[in-house]
């Protein structure tokens, strides 16, 4: 039972992680938006990736479609490190 309790705190974690960031761009939070800006990313860009990262996030907390969310949210992870 505790792995299982474990799983659900870092799968909390991630998506808090993920929809904070995915709601900022769907917002337009300025200060992020000028972040984009300097990586030549344009808004209407900005918008489809926070709007991913929030159907991830929904996507996490059903069964079937996690494994496709998580692997969604890992590109775009390591695209943003890159």
Do not use: H
């Not at 474990?6 to 709601?23: C, E, H, K, R, T």
């Amino acid at each position: 039972m505790t792995k299982k309790k474990i799983f659900y705190i870092l799968l909390a974690l991630v998506s808090l992680q993920f929809a904070a960031v995915g709601m900022l761009k769907l917002i337009s939070f300025e200060a992020l938006y000028q972040q984009l800006d300097e990586l030549n990313i344009s808004r209407p860009f900005g918008l489809v990736i926070g709007l991913i990262e929030v159907l991830c996030v929904v996507g996490l907390w059903i069964k079937p479609t996690r494994g496709l969310a998580l692997l969604l949210l890992l590109f775009l992870a390591a695209s943003a490190i890159a």
